[in-house]
């Protein structure tokens, strides 16, 4: 721009239309490698897919010319009064100091969307915890059920101090049918103190999950605050 800067009016149109497709393609690059739109002007009228718009574009243009005008010659003198050596020390400092913000910024940005995953697995996971314990519960209450459906069959049926079950202790088909009774009872005893301990072990992993991503929301809601004063549209 410098080579316009005895004409103020192309100083302004150039610097309208650069510094706007500078803008218009560094959004752009943001949305394709970091899936983020760090600045949407979309309510603003005149704007381009809310990468650009046309109130941004006249400051471009003025910033600009204020920037050739009046900025630059003021920091060229003064640059002049740097020796040479310091000068490239400087600007390789200053050049590497931009590449390290430039990759943090940018590994920062990756794992904001790994967080934002791992948060939505967790929670999966979380819900797939709640309805097994439903379940469970449902086929605990079902086992009972049962349990006190067969109980109440024996007692009625076949109580121990009923005098006709006495008579007929030695019919081979009671005793068949007590020891399946009795099978049945202490196998749906196991099995209702194999899915407590299923139970106790599902809300442990609950517990753990929600707790892991309680941390999750607590680095994210930080890593957004550095991204927002960042990028304040954002």
């Known amino acids: ?7 103020i009016l192309l100083l302004f149109i150039a610097a309208f239309f650069m510094l706007s497709v500078w803008e218009y393609l560094v959004s752009l690059f943001f949305e394709k490698v970091f899936k983020a739109k760090y600045w949407d002007y979309s309510e603003l009228k005149f704007n381009i897919k809310g990468r650009v718009c046309l109130k941004n574009s006249i400051y471009w243009g003025i910033l600009g010319v204020l920037f050739i005008k009046l900025i630059h010659p003021f ?6 009064l740097i020796p040479g050596n310091i000068l490239l020390y ?18 920062t940005t990756i794992k904001f969307d790994e967080t934002i995953e791992k948060i939505n697995e967790l929670g ?3 819900k797939q915890g709640i309805e097994q314990l439903k379940k469970n ?3 605990k209450n079902r086992k009972t059920s049962k349990v006190h459906q067969i109980s109440k069959t ?5 109580s ?6 006495l008579n007929n202790v030695n019919n081979k088909d009671n005793i068949e049918y007590l020891n ?18 299923e139970d106790k072990e599902l809300v442990k992993a609950i517990e753990k999950n929600k707790f892991e991503q309680s941390k999750l929301k607590l680095n994210l809601y930080k890593t957004a605050r550095r991204l927002k004063r960042a990028f304040p549209t954002m």
């Open 1 to 7: 721009l410098n080579p316009l800067k005895d004409n």
């Open 75 to 80: 920091v060229e003198q003064k640059v002049e």
């Open 90 to 107: 400087s600007i390789i400092v200053v050049y590497i100091l931009i590449g390290i913000d430039t990759i943090v910024t940018a590994v």
């Open 124 to 126: 999966e996971k979380i």
């Open 137 to 139: 519960k449902l086929v």
């Open 154 to 158: 024996e007692n009625n049926g076949v």
């Open 160 to 165: 121990k101090d009923n005098t006709e079950y």
């Open 180 to 197: 399946n009774i009795d099978d049945i009872d202490l196998k749906m005893t196991q099995e209702t103190e194999n899915q407590t301990n």
